[in-house]
T-cell receptor, first 113, second 113 residues
Framework: ELKVEQNPLFLSMQEGKNYTIYCNYSTTSDRLYWYRQDPGKSLESLFVLLSNGAVKQEGRLMASLDTKARLSTLHITAAVHDLSATYFCAVDETNFGNEKLTFGTGTRLTIIP | ETGVTQSPTHLIKTRGQQVTLRCSSQSGHNTVSWYQQALGQGPQFIFQYYREEENGRGNFPPRFSGLQFPNYSSELNVNALELDDSALYLC????????????FGQGTRLTVV
C-alpha cells in the first residue's frame, strides 16, 4: 500500500523567513503533485512534477522531486501572510498519468506577521 | 475556477439515509475521480470513472457507488449513511491522457446526523 508522509504537520513561521516542507512516499513513482487548501475550500493545484530532478517555481514557492530518494520538497522563501494554508503533496500511484492520487496528511502553515 | 462544478455545496442527512452527489467535469475531460476528505485529513481516493466505466477503486465499502454519464458528468451515491461519512467530497476531472493533472471542484460538504 502506497504511503505518503509529510512533515512537519504543523508549521508556524514568521514573515520573511524561509522554510521547507518534506514529502516522502513509499513507492516508485515519478508523478507528484502539490496542492494548497484554504479552510473550507477545495484544492488549488500548485505544482505538477513529472520526472526525477524536476524543479518548478512560482513566486515564493519552489517544488522539487527526487524519485530515487522518493522525496519531494516545497520550499517557501521570505514567507508572507497570504501563504497561510494547508499544503498537500499527492502521488499518482499508477504512474501512468491516471491521476489516482494518494495524498499526504497535509502541512498546516501559519505565517505570523 | 477549474471548470469542475459540484452540487450541492452543502448537505445534511440523517444516519441510514441515502445521498447522491453530482459532478460536472471540465470540458474535454473524460475521467472523473472522487475523493473523501474527513476533517483534518488528506483526501482519500474513493473511485475513478473513465469513459463511463469504473477504473479503479479505493478502500471504500460497496455502499459507495458511482456512475458516469455519456457527457462525462458523474454521480457519487452513498447508501446507509453513517456518522463517519461526514466529510468534504471532492471530485476531480482529467483528460486521462497521461502527463496531465486533475482539477478539483469546490466540493460538497456532507454532514450526517
Amino acid at each position: 500500500e502506497l504511503k505518503v508522509e509529510q512533515n512537519p504537520l504543523f508549521l508556524s513561521m514568521q514573515e520573511g523567513k524561509n522554510y521547507t516542507i518534506y514529502c516522502n512516499y513509499s513507492t516508485t513513482s515519478d508523478r507528484l503533485y502539490w496542492y494548497r487548501q484554504d479552510p473550507g475550500k477545495s484544492l488549488e493545484s500548485l505544482f505538477v512534477l513529472l520526472s526525477n530532478g524536476a524543479v518548478k517555481q512560482e513566486g515564493r514557492l519552489m517544488a522539487s522531486l527526487d524519485t530515487k530518494a522518493r522525496l519531494s520538497t516545497l520550499h517557501i522563501t521570505a514567507a508572507v501572510h497570504d501563504l497561510s494554508a494547508t499544503y498537500f503533496c499527492a502521488v499518482d500511484e499508477t504512474n501512468f498519468g491516471n491521476e489516482k492520487l494518494t495524498f499526504g496528511t497535509g502541512t498546516r502553515l501559519t505565517i505570523i506577521p | 475556477e477549474t471548470g469542475v462544478t459540484q452540487s450541492p455545496t452543502h448537505l445534511i442527512k440523517t444516519r441510514g439515509q441515502q445521498v447522491t452527489l453530482r459532478c460536472s467535469s471540465q470540458s474535454g475531460h473524460n475521467t472523473v475521480s472522487w475523493y473523501q476528505q474527513a476533517l483534518g485529513q488528506g483526501p482519500q481516493f474513493i473511485f475513478q470513472y473513465y469513459r463511463e466505466e469504473e477504473n479503479g477503486r479505493g478502500n471504500f465499502p460497496p455502499r459507495f457507488s458511482g456512475l458516469q454519464f455519456p457527457n462525462y458528468s458523474s454521480e457519487l451515491n452513498v447508501n446507509a449513511l453513517e456518522l463517519d461519512d461526514s466529510a468534504l467530497y471532492l471530485c476531480a476531472s482529467s483528460s486521462g491522457a497521461g502527463n496531465t493533472e486533475a482539477f478539483f471542484g469546490q466540493g460538497t460538504r456532507l454532514t450526517v446526523v
